[in-house]
């Protein structure tokens, strides 16, 4: 058996140059994240806002907490003073909301647009068309408590390697018409390019992602509830 430190390093040893690896800790418990810690770790990614505010009391403070689920509006408060990405924004209710909070916080908080791009009704986000429309009207400025950094999608859960490749493209190419398109506005930090999960990980890195989600494969499979 390999310790999920070591898993982490044989990950980053296979990752292209510049792609960065959010260690997905949902239902692990803080002696985990804290080992892997220990190994260098610094990034890691959790999707309930009451275990991520837990886990943030007890680990140590320089972690950089991504929150990469789906974030119900009233729930933004708990997490605002200290997250440090949040991926999934997917209305722009959610999206004022959490420069609401920022502003509260005296910060402003990095986030990135969440496109659905896979086959699958039940997950969240943007259609491709509605979230090019919204960041080219421009509506987003407004909100100067947070900063837009990019794309965040999840490809459908197929063993079909052609339609996943096929969804990570959509979304790289989202991405650059985004970029190219909104070039009168302030959008500075548009970098980011979020996919990409145990199963699919090499696939998206092949497909544009500079930043992957990489829960079971590190820290095995989780226990729910
Ligand atoms: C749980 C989760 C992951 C990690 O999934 P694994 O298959 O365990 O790597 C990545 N992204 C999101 C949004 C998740 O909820």
Redesign the pocket.
């Known amino acids: 058996m390999t310790s999920p430190k070591e898993r982490i390093s044989e990950i980053k040893r296979t990752l292209p140059e510049g792609v960065r690896l959010v260690a997905?800790s949902?239902f692990h418990p803080a002696s985990m994240i804290q080992e892997a810690y220990d190994g260098g770790q610094r990034i890691f990614?959790e999707?309930h806002v009451q275990e991520l505010v837990q886990k943030y009391e007890v680990l140590p403070k320089d972690i950089e907490w991504h929150f990469?689920?789906h974030l119900q509006t009233n729930k933004v408060k708990y997490i605002a003073p200290f997250v440090s990405l949040i991926?999934?924004v997917d209305s722009e209710r959610l999206l004022k909301e959490i420069d609401k909070q920022a502003k509260r916080c005296g910060r402003v908080i990095p986030v990135l647009m969440q496109v659905h791009v896979a086959q699958e009704e039940t997950k969240f986000g943007f259609l491709p068309d509605e979230l090019l429309a919204f960041m080219q009207s421009g509506v987003w400025q407004q909100y100067e408590n947070v900063s837009i950094e990019g794309l965040m999608c999840?490809a459908t859960n197929t063993d079909n390697e052609t339609q996943i490749a096929s969804e990570f493209e959509q979304a790289k190419e989202l991405f650059e018409t985004i970029k190219l398109s909104t070039v009168n506005y302030q959008l500075l930090a548009w970098n980011t390019r979020s996919w990409g999960?145990?199963?699919d990980y090499p696939i998206a890195v092949l497909h544009g992602s500079n930043m992957v989600?990489?829960?079971?494969?590190i820290f095995g499979e989780?226990v729910y509830g």
Do not use: E, N, T, Y
């Not at 989600?213 to 494969?217: A, H, Q, T």
């Open positions: 997905v949902k990614g999707s990469i689920g991926h999934a999840m999960m145990s199963d989600r990489i829960g079971s494969l989780r």
